[in-house]
C-alpha cells in the first residue's frame, strides 16, 4: 500500500515509471493515454502544486499500516461529514453545476472556519454582512472550545468509559437474543466452515514464536500493558498505554505504573514509552506474519495470555487478520508439566524451571524478560503435534454449548474436539455429506472414539427429525 500511494503524484504530473498496469494504462498505449478527471486529460504542472499533493500523500502514506486494516480515519470522516452537509447523500446534485460550488464551500469551511462566506463575499466586492460576520465569529469559536475540550485527559478518559460501556451493553444483549450483526461475525461463525481442517502434521517449516503478555490485572478483561515476543533473533517488545488504573498487586509484579494525567508509563520509576494498543497490535500482525507457518509458544497461554489478546484483537477488529498468520499454539506450562513431577522440580511456574534447569536468575514478570528465557526452556520440553491447538479455540469450544447444556458431551470433549480445530459445524458438515460414514471418518482420523461419534450421529438425526 505504501509503494501504491508512494505512485499517486508522480502519476498524476505525467511520470509513470512506478505505476501499477493494474490501474494506470499508460504502459499499454502511452501516445492514446489520457487523464480522464484531469483538465484537457493532460498531467498536472506546477512545482509549488506538487509540493503540496506530496505533502499531503505522505500523511498516507505514514497512516498505511492502519488505512490497510481499516484502522480510524477520522480526518476523512470528518471532512466527509462537511461535504454531506452541503450536498446530502439523499439529494442529487451530481447532474448540476452547482456539486462544484457546494464541494468547495466545504473546502472553504474546512481550511478557513466557518467565518469564510464572509470573506469571500469581501474578496467578490460585496458586503460581508454583519449578522454572517458573527455566525462565523460564534461558530469558530465553538469549534476552537470544543476542540480544547477533546484534547483534555479527562474527556479521552470518559470517551473510552463510554465505549467500554457499550461493548458490554452489545456483549449482554448478545448473551440474551444472539449475534446478528458485528465486525467479528465471520470469526464467531468460525470462519471457513465449509473446509473440514485435517489433522495437524509438522513438516518441519514451522517457525518457533515465543510471547508473553502483561496486564492491568488478573481479569480476562484486563488491559495489555506490555507485549513481547522472540522467535530466536530478533525481539518484538512493546509498553501499551492502558484504558484503565494498574491495580496496585499487578504493578507490585510487573514494576509498571501509569500516569493519566501526563499520559506517561513508568517501569519500576523510569519512564518508558508506551503506544496505542491497536498500532501495538498492528505492529505485532506485521511480525508475525514474516514468519512461515508461526507457531505461538507460551507459559500459561491458554488460560490467560490469549483470551485476554484475542478479546483486544476483537475490540479492535483485528482478529481475523490476525488469525491468517497463526498456525497454531501450544502452551509450556502442560509440556513442563507431563515431564517434571511437582515433587521433583517444586512448582511449575517459569520463574522456578529458569532457576532450576537453567540456572539462573532473571527479571520476572517482564514480558521481554520473559519470552527470551522461555525461548530457552524449549530445549528441555518435548511436543509435538498432539501440543498444537488453535488460536480460537475458545470460539471452537462454545459453538459445543448447547450439546454440554444437554448434557450429550462433556466440556472435556468439547475442548478436545476444538484444540483439533473442530467446530459443530465442522461435524455437521461431514455429517451432510456422507452421514455417519462422514462424521467416523473425521473424528477418528483426530482421535476420537466410535461412542463419540454416535453420540453426534444421534445429535445430528434428531435435530433433522
Not at 500523500?57 to 484502522?71: F, H, T, V
Not at 530445549?379 to 450429550?408: C, G, M, Q, W
Not at 458438515?429 to 476420537?448: C, P, T, V
Amino acid at each position: 500500500m505504501k509503494t501504491e500511494l508512494a505512485t499517486i503524484v508522480p502519476h498524476i504530473f505525467g511520470h509513470h515509471e512506478q505505476c501499477s498496469p493494474t490501474w494506470c494504462t499508460y504502459v499499454k498505449d502511452p501516445t492514446k493515454f489520457r487523464f480522464k478527471h484531469l483538465p484537457n486529460g493532460k498531467a498536472l504542472s506546477g512545482d509549488k502544486l506538487r509540493e503540496e499533493l506530496d505533502k499531503l500523500a505522505q500523511n498516507y502514506i505514514e497512516r498505511a499500516d492502519r488505512l490497510l486494516n481499516l484502522g480510524s480515519t477520522q480526518s476523512n470522516e470528518s471532512f466527509n461529514n462537511s461535504v454531506a452537509s452541503f450536498a446530502p447523500k439523499n439529494r442529487f446534485y451530481g447532474g448540476t453545476k452547482s456539486l462544484k460550488a457546494r464541494v468547495s464551500s466545504a473546502v472553504m469551511q474546512k481550511n478557513e472556519g466557518y467565518g469564510w462566506l464572509s470573506k469571500v463575499n469581501k474578496n467578490s466586492l460585496l458586503s460581508p454582512g454583519h449578522l454572517t460576520i458573527l455566525h462565523g465569529i460564534r461558530k469558530d469559536r465553538r469549534r476552537k472550545q470544543i476542540r480544547k475540550t477533546q484534547s483534555t485527559t479527562n474527556f479521552k478518559r470518559k470517551r473510552l468509559t463510554i465505549k467500554s460501556k457499550k461493548l458490554k451493553d452489545n456483549q449482554r444483549e448478545s448473551v440474551k437474543e444472539g449475534d446478528t450483526y458485528g465486525g467479528e461475525i465471520e470469526v464467531q461463525e468460525h470462519i471457513d466452515t465449509e473446509t473440514i481442517p485435517s489433522k495437524m502434521k509438522f513438516g518441519g517449516e514451522e517457525s518457533v514464536v515465543v510471547f508473553d503478555l502483561e496486564t492491568t490485572g488478573l481479569s480476562r478483561k484486563s488491559d495489555i500493558t506490555q507485549l513481547a515476543a522472540f522467535d530466536g533473533t530478533t525481539v518484538f517488545n512493546e509498553y501499551v498505554s492502558p484504558r484503565e488504573v494498574i491495580s496496585p498487586k499487578s504493578s507490585e509484579i510487573t514494576g509498571l505504573t501509569f500516569d493519566f494525567s501526563c499520559d506517561q508509563m513508568y517501569h519500576h520509576g523510569k519512564p518508558v514509552k508506551s503506544r496505542d494498543i491497536q498500532i501495538v497490535l498492528l505492529e505485532f500482525i506485521e511480525f508475525i506474519s514474516k514468519k512461515k507457518k508461526p507457531i505461538l509458544f507460551g507459559h500459561n497461554i491458554a488460560s490467560f495470555d490469549i483470551p485476554i489478546l484475542m478479546n483486544k484483537l476483537r475490540q479492535h477488529s483485528l482478529l481475523s487478520e490476525f488469525m491468517l498468520h497463526i498456525y497454531g499454539c501450544i502452551d509450556t506450562i502442560k509440556l513442563a508439566r507431563r515431564k517434571f513431577k511437582t515433587k521433583d522440580i517444586g512448582n511449575h511456574k517459569q520463574q522456578t524451571l529458569v532457576t532450576k534447569l537453567l540456572g539462573v536468575e532473571y527479571d520476572a514478570h517482564n514480558a521481554c524478560a520473559d519470552v527470551t528465557s522461555l525461548f530457552q526452556l524449549l530445549a528441555h520440553f518435548e511436543y509435538s503435534e498432539k501440543d498444537v491447538f488453535p488460536f480460537n479455540s475458545a470460539l471452537l469450544t462454545d459453538s459445543y454449548i448447547p450439546l454440554i447444556r444437554a448434557s450429550r458431551i462433556t466440556k472435556l470433549t468439547a475442548r478436545r474436539l476444538a484444540h483439533s480445530g473442530l467446530c459443530l459445524k465442522h461435524l455437521q458438515l461431514a455429517f451432510n455429506r456422507d452421514s455417519e460414514n462422514g462424521l467416523k471418518s473425521i473424528l477418528l482420523e483426530h482421535g476420537f472414539n466410535a461412542k463419540t461419534v454416535t453420540c453426534f450421529t444421534k445429535h445430528f438425526t434428531c435435530t433433522e427429525e
